[in-house]
């Protein structure tokens, strides 16, 4: 059975930073494509950053610049580090994770920037 656990969210005022991990079990994580997705109060989930096999990372514009994706194949996780961060970034962050036509998510963590 595949299992994700965000971990490494939190509040953080305005330009802070925040590095959210997502470990994986139960599956070939070196051959899994990750994404991680952002759900805002009353707003649709959204993408925002991708990592394959082959380490290929795309991001959504408004995060680009400020944030990393990056994933550790030994120790099956992902990680989102988050910079500069800026009161709209305040949502749920989800990791997905893709392998072999098959779909896994996580439980969320949440993600709330304010001063």
């Known amino acids: 059975q595949v299992q994700l656990v965000e971990s490494g969210g939190g509040l953080v005022q305005p330009g802070g930073s925040l590095r959210l991990s997502c470990a994986a079990s139960?599956?070939?994580?070196?051959?899994?494509?990750i994404i991680w997705y952002r759900q805002a109060p009353a707003k649709q989930r959204e993408l925002v950053a991708r990592?394959?096999?082959?380490?290929?990372?795309t991001y959504t514009d408004s995060v680009k610049g400020r944030f990393t994706i990056s994933r550790d194949n030994a120790k099956n996780t992902v990680y989102l580090q988050m910079n500069s961060l800026k009161p709209e970034d305040t949502a749920v962050y989800y990791c997905?994770?893709?392998?072999?036509?098959?779909?896994?998510w996580g439980q969320g963590t949440q993600v709330t920037v304010s001063s």
């Open positions: 139960g599956t070939i994580f070196s051959i899994a494509t």
């Open positions: 997905n994770l893709k392998v072999l036509n098959s779909d896994y």
């Open positions: 990592i394959t096999s082959a380490r290929s990372t």
